[in-house]
């Protein structure tokens, strides 16, 4: 199984820092990579896709890199709204497998 | 507009068996696979299964033994079934949809909130 470690567990920045969280998978995993942002009390939303791809309807202060086994997802001029705990998932190979999360909060 | 409702008990006794239901709208499940996601409270996410658009399966290694999802086309519902449940069973349990041919999940439901206890 591909292993996906998310760094940092927790972070909290204030409204307008740029943030960024990283994912490392324990092989390549070619750009399989999708970022979900979970509310609390609510279900995962999809955020990014093939790593870079903002999926339909997301902010554009959002975005994704990254390739082979290291990637991250920005988030320009953090939004009060985009208090959340965010995880990474790899599909590039099963068994599909998801980072532990980041739980980002406001300072 | 696509959406997706899970449906179950909220508390199920040790030893028994899981039962949810996953009733899907704004698509069908014979266009899209559908997978099934379960969240331990205040913890990360793990995979558990999915049912192909075609109907085939595939489960989480860890889990296979125990589980089992299916579906009814003409209602356009999945189901999961999980047996042998224990209190790390506790969780969340999602349904979502997947992306045209992709392990991309683009839509999920609510949630079905289930204690595992006795």
């Not at chain 2, 698509?27 to 099934?36: D, K």
């Not at chain 2, 999802?69 to 003409?74: A, E, G, L």
Request: glycine share 10%; aromatic share 10%.
């Amino acid at each position: 199984d591909i292993q996906m470690t998310q760094s940092p567990a927790s972070l909290s920045a204030s409204l307008g820092e740029t943030v960024t969280i990283e994912c490392r998978a324990s092989e390549d995993i070619y750009n399989g990579l999708a970022w979900y942002q979970q509310k609390p009390g609510k279900s995962p939303q999809l955020l990014i896709y093939n790593a870079n791809s903002l999926h339909t309807g997301v902010p554009s202060r959002f975005s994704g890199s990254g390739s082979g086994t290291q990637y991250s997802l920005k988030i320009n001029s953090l939004q009060s709204e985009d208090v959340a705990s965010y995880f990474c998932q790899q599909y590039y190979d099963y068994l599909w497998t998801f980072g532990g999360g980041t739980k980002l909060e406001l300072k | 507009q696509v959406r997706l409702k899970e449906s179950g008990p909220r508390l199920v006794q040790p030893s028994q068996t899981l039962s949810v239901t996953c009733t899907v709208s704004g698509f069908s499940v014979t266009s899209y696979h559908v997978s099934w996601v379960r969240q331990p409270p205040g913890k990360g996410l793990e995979w558990v299964g999915a049912i192909w658009k075609g109907g085939s399966t595939d489960y989480n290694s860890a889990l296979k033994s125990r589980l089992s999802i299916s579906r009814d086309t003409s209602k356009n519902q999945v189901f999961l079934k999980m047996n042998s449940l224990q209190t790390d069973d506790t969780g969340t349990y999602y349904c979502a949809k997947h992306q045209l041919g992709a392990g991309v999940m683009d839509a999920w439901g609510q949630g079905a909130s289930v204690t595992v206890s006795s």
